[in-house]
């Protein structure tokens, strides 16, 4: 296997229990022309010297285009930025629910190195964080992206979806489900500027109310909006 693994492409090792980091670097260093490596829930790669494995690992993988990582389980919050800054080639990103979605440094370090990007996964379980203007220049500068997920941030507010809306042209997906400082204002841009918007997710969105939501709809009548407020009980 390391001997052919240098042609390999796509590597899966998702749901794995006892996958090693070191283990994974050994494969990795040898994968140059890795476009796509999916980790999803590996729950087994643990850190060296205080640096997680997966940043050695992704060193290697220059070509990388697809990295997903949904669930994985990394203890260390540091690792975010040290592995997007190795992927300048990345279209797509998936960091939902792992230590990395949450801190502002990871968007940064996304926004300055991960240019191309058309799909970004960033959903976190809950965090306080201010994230506005971390989002703000992740829109200026990953303007390509197609799919977006903030899902599960307290403070994100009406500029950050405004300047999504107003610089990702392209934008066909959103997804800002338990962000309750998103209000109808919000989605007011959103039907002016997002005339490629096919699908809204914006569930236990407290401030969205169901008036904002069939005026949108009014302006983007092909729009699957997923709207569900824990407090009414009311859905869309």
């Known amino acids: 296997f390391f001997l052919t693994c240098k042609l390999l492409n796509i590597l899966n090792v998702s749901n794995s229990l006892k996958l090693s980091g070191l283990g994974?670097?050994?494969?990795?260093?040898?994968?140059?022309?890795?476009?796509?490596?999916?980790?999803?829930?590996?729950?087994?790669?643990?850190?060296?010297?205080?640096?997680?494995?997966?940043?050695?690992?992704?060193?290697?993988?220059v070509k990388l285009e697809r990295l997903h990582m949904l669930r994985a389980c990394i203890a260390n919050l540091s690792w975010g930025p040290l592995v997007t800054s190795h992927a300048p080639s990345l279209r797509e990103l998936d960091l939902s629910f792992t230590s990395a979605a949450g801190p502002v440094a990871t968007i940064l370090s996304i926004a300055q190195h991960c240019t191309e990007l058309r799909i970004l996964m960033l959903a976190c379980a809950v965090t306080t964080m201010p994230v506005n203007d971390a989002v703000c220049e992740l829109a200026r500068?990953?303007?390509l992206l197609e799919e977006l997920d903030l899902s599960g941030r307290a403070m994100l507010g009406n500029s950050a979806?405004?300047?999504?809306?107003?610089?990702?042209?392209?934008?066909?997906?959103?997804?800002?489900?338990?962000?309750?400082?998103?209000?109808?204002?919000?989605?007011?841009?959103?039907?002016?500027?997002?005339?490629?918007?096919?699908?809204?997710?914006?569930?236990?969105?407290?401030?969205?109310?169901?008036?904002?939501?069939?005026?949108?709809?009014?302006?983007?009548?092909?729009?699957?909006?997923?709207?569900?407020?824990?407090?009414?009980g009311s859905a869309l």
């Open 24 to 61: 994974l670097v050994e494969v990795l260093q040898r994968c140059g022309a890795l476009r796509e490596l999916r980790m999803n829930q590996c729950s087994a790669l643990e850190e060296r010297r205080g640096q997680p494995w997966i940043v050695q690992a992704t060193a290697h993988c």
């Open 161 to 232: 979806v405004e300047a999504v809306s107003e610089h990702c042209k392209a934008l066909k997906v959103l997804r800002i489900n338990r962000c309750p400082g998103i209000t109808d204002d919000a989605l007011v841009v959103l039907g002016v500027r997002s005339s490629c918007l096919q699908e809204l997710c914006c569930a236990q969105c407290h401030q969205i109310n169901t008036e904002g939501i069939f005026q949108l709809l009014e302006r983007l009548p092909a729009l699957h909006c997923n709207h569900y407020s824990l407090t009414t």
């Open 141 to 143: 500068r990953c303007c």
